[in-house]
């Protein structure tokens, strides 16, 4: 998140330092480099540097799980008036559906991560959301969805139904998403709607949706063509609007969690 006028306070009260410009960093940090030089290397991994012949399962680690983690609540949390990420991680709906998306879910449709353990991961991943110090904000993770779920959340809809496994979670994040673009909390409350690339045609069909749920599906840059013929898919994310629609979103978080719906 961008500085503040508290961080900066902080920093020159605790440590006697004027920086107009302080960044706030967590102590987590990660490194996988791609183990390709022709002229030979320092020895990254004496620091802890994890070195492979190839990044793309890490990278698809990331981007399912903690990025992943953060859309499927951005737009749910939105709608149910939450206005941080660690208040968002506090709430136990909330924090139930993401262990739910993460262990029936995005996990299993994980590639093997050689040298990670995925578990810990996760762990650290939810660790880091509760973190109230970075004060993340849900407007934020709410930006350029359209550009976000494809990378981030559709792959595991796809490796799931490869796999016959449950879409449900991932379906619960979209439906959320399409929601939110209709502009209102679940109290009906104005929300301001965070920037999106593709704006103007999500909220459309986000329009057309009230009317037909299936219309939404027909977002090609995020769906693409499979998805929206997958019986399965389209099956989950009608009965999950529908559930939005008619009793919110903590309803809806309540009786999916304790398998009542």
């Known amino acids: 998140p961008a500085t503040t006028a508290e961080d ?21 940090t990660q490194w996988v480099i791609e183990d390709d030089f022709p002229l030979g290397r320092p020895p ?3 620091v802890g540097v994890l070195m492979t012949d190839d990044v793309e399962p890490y990278e698809q680690l990331k981007l399912r799980v903690l ?8 737009y749910l949390a939105a709608l149910a008036g939450h206005t941080y990420v660690h208040e968002v991680v506090a709430d136990d709906l909330f924090r139930t559906y993401l262990r739910c998306f993460y262990e029936e879910e995005a996990v299993p449709a994980l590639p093997a991560v050689p040298g990670v353990d995925v578990e810990e991961y996760k762990r650290q991943v939810v660790q880091r959301f509760s973190n109230p110090k970075i004060r993340d904000t849900v407007s934020r993770l709410c930006l350029d969805g359209s550009a976000k779920f494809p990378k981030f959340l559709v792959p595991t809809v796809e490796a799931q139904l490869d796999r016959g496994s449950s879409v449900k979670w991932s379906a619960l994040a979209l439906a959320g998403w399409c929601q939110y673009l209709l502009g209102s909390d679940d109290d009906g409350k104005p929300i301001t709607v965070s920037a999106d690339p593709n704006a103007a045609a999500a909220a459309n069909l986000a329009e057309q949706s009230l009317q037909d749920p299936r219309a939404f599906l027909g977002f090609n840059e995020v769906f693409g063509t499979r998805l929206p013929a997958e019986p399965e898919f389209v099956s989950a994310f009608t009965a999950a609007i529908t559930s ?14 304790t398998g009542d719906a």
């Open 8 to 28: 900066r306070e902080t920093l020159a009260g605790e440590y006697g330092v004027a920086d107009r410009w302080p960044v706030v960093a967590e102590t987590f």
């Open 44 to 46: 990254w991994e004496d």
């Open 67 to 74: 990025n992943a983690g953060h859309s499927c609540l951005a």
């Open 244 to 257: 939005i629609r008619e009793r919110g979103v903590r309803a809806t978080l309540s009786r999916m969690t």
